[in-house]
Nanobody, 122 residues
Framework: AQLAESGGGSVQAGGSLRLSCEAS????????LGWFRQVPGKEREGLAT???????SYADSVKGRFTISKDNAKKNLFLQMNNLKLEDTATYYC?????????????????WGPGTQVTVAS
């Protein structure tokens, strides 16, 4: 499987962005999919996951502002980000794995995209 993010860019605080992640895996619908982000010098942070049933989970830092979703037919994963804050500035990554457990633990994820930069300005 291969993943490729798109949709990053610069936005003012309070604005919105929608990230997309295109997957090449033919078993996309059965994968656990997630979004992570990383700021230079800091550990990668898990943001949201969606499992093969469509159940979602979120980190407290983005709950109520970010929404993860997917389109199995098009093999696309999305992250809708609203009310963006300065501290949301980071490189955002989509990731996937085919294990039974779908949790915000980056060690579970075996496939990663190259990342897309999101910059939130005041």
């Amino acid at each position: 499987a291969q993943l490729a993010e798109s949709g990053g860019g610069s936005v003012q605080a309070g604005g919105s962005l929608r990230l997309s992640c295109e997957a090449s895996a033919y078993t996309f619908s059965t994968y656990c999919l997630g979004w992570f982000r990383q700021v230079p010098g800091k550990e990668r942070e898990g943001l949201a996951t969606i499992d093969n049933f469509g159940s979602t989970s979120y980190a407290d830092s983005v709950k109520g502002r970010f929404t993860i979703s997917k389109d199995n037919a098009k093999k696309n994963l999305f992250l809708q980000m609203n009310n963006l804050k300065l501290e949301d500035t980071a490189t955002y990554y989509c990731a996937a794995h085919d294990k039974a457990v779908c949790q915000l633990r980056q060690e579970l994820f075996t496939t990663w995209g190259p990342g897309t930069q999101v910059t939130v300005a005041s």
